[in-house]
């Protein structure tokens, strides 16, 4: 690849999620007004953050362009870079066109640069090295976001919306009729352009990894883990628990005469038992389980939305993450668990604004592809709370992902919990976001519905930097 085109690419990289970044705001589920105070809360939050980017951005072009000889070019450009950077926050633009101005705007340093026949191929050469970590990280992220389904979109439509899809000749895949949303969702191809709001039908994926277990602690029960967060002993469930998962192997030693309830999204795949089953080994808290959870008394209803595709990835698409919402939804849930992470998608997001609409409580893992990652959704919906990992040291799990969505802190590393071999009562050792957002899932379904969002924030252990953070949030839920 071209020299120049590299540093396109990285300075844009490096760049755009940090002047894109914008801290979410919340709201009291039952008034439609938001408190002044909340607003001052939002303007102060949005201010540190645009500073907290123009430091970054002037960290970053120090460390990249720092070198020993000829700084006279480094001051230049970073001083043109820094000003830019500063006039585009101070702008209201959109993310569409900040991100082409970002990109024309580069366009024109690097041709200034190229005509500059002192210094610009060797400066140039020079970046390009500085940028090689960068340029890896952006191929592994492509890498860690599923390709979408191939040739399917995916709309929530009325029945006259759909009379016009199908007249538009395009071929319908799959109908279904989701009586909770009041609408049809439909999965089409995507051969011809239709007259609605549709988006492809994208790929998501669970969000726990094998513990390499490099930290100075040993492998704990998630009831153990939750006395960090004065949990002492096993709470009482007062909320119906959603769940949003691959199957859970319900004949498990952990769950005798535990209240699993489970609809599978899945016509002909083959399932997936490891995930589900470790994520209620956390949520239930049968006493004669090795890994003893958090909760009794609690039915917990399973959206079986994930299982084996042809490659065995363990996988599950937008349409049946709606699908899921809308059965959870008919079952009466007070509050929904979704340890799973990928891209934004706007039916998605449609379906869980109606949900949150309702009340219900929505927490999602923050994902676990890095700090350098950008966000991962649905974790990023200001509908969502956004739940990351910390160990038993309460420092933060290495492959958190990280943003100002970043609500709460929870266990989630080296977590003791039930797995399926062969569909066979088996434990191990794992890691990852989605543990954490389980544990802060068994805390709030022990309190009362009437539970604020607001309520649960201010109950949190400040971690790391004074108060909410791009890493902790607000820092650890406490009961």
Known sequence: ?????KFKLGLCLCFLPMILTQPYCWADDDSDDVDDDIIEIIEKE???????????????????????????????????????????LEANASDEDLEDQMEQELEKRLESLADDDEHSEEQLEFVDDKLQQLWQFEEDLEDSLLPP????????????????????GVVIFNEQSLAEFGSVLVTFDNSKPVAIESEPNHVYQLDSLSSANKSATKPATPLKQAQLMNVETTLIAKQRIGLMDSSINTQHACFTGVAINQHSFHDSAQPSFNHGTAMASILLGDNKCEAQGLLNQAQLFNAVVFAKNDSGAVVASASQLVAGL?????????????????????????????????????IASA????????????AAYPEVIAVTAVDQQLKIFTRAVQGPHIEISAP??????????????????????????AMVTAVLASEQPSLKRLDCNQRT???????????????????
């Open 1 to 5: 690849m071209d020299v120049r085109v």
């Open 46 to 88: 949005k201010e540190k953050a645009e500073e907290e980017a123009e430091e970054e951005a002037e960290r970053l072009l120090e460390s990249l362009l720092e070198q020993e000889d000829d700084s006279e070019f480094d001051d230049d450009f970073e001083d043109e870079m820094e000003d830019w950077l500063e006039t585009q």
């Open 149 to 168: 389904l191939p040739n399917q979109m995916i709309a929530l439509v009325s029945i006259e919306e759909l009379a016009a899809v199908k007249a538009s």
């Open 326 to 362: 809308n059965w959870l939804l008919s079952q009466n849930i007070n509050i929904i668990n979704m340890s799973l992470s990928g891209p934004p998608n706007r039916i998605l997001e449609q379906a869980l604004k109606q949900v949150s609409a309702r009340g219900i409580t929505l």
């Open 367 to 378: 994902g676990n592809d890095g700090r350098a990652a950008f966000p991962r959704y649905p």
């Open 412 to 437: 989630g590393v080296d977590m003791f919990v039930a797995q399926s071999v062969e569909q066979e009562s088996a434990y191990a050792s794992l890691s990852g976001t989605s543990f954490a957002a």
């Open 461 to 479: 252990k400040d971690l790391g930097n004074k108060g909410r953070d791009i890493i902790y949030g607000f820092g650890l839920l406490t009961k």
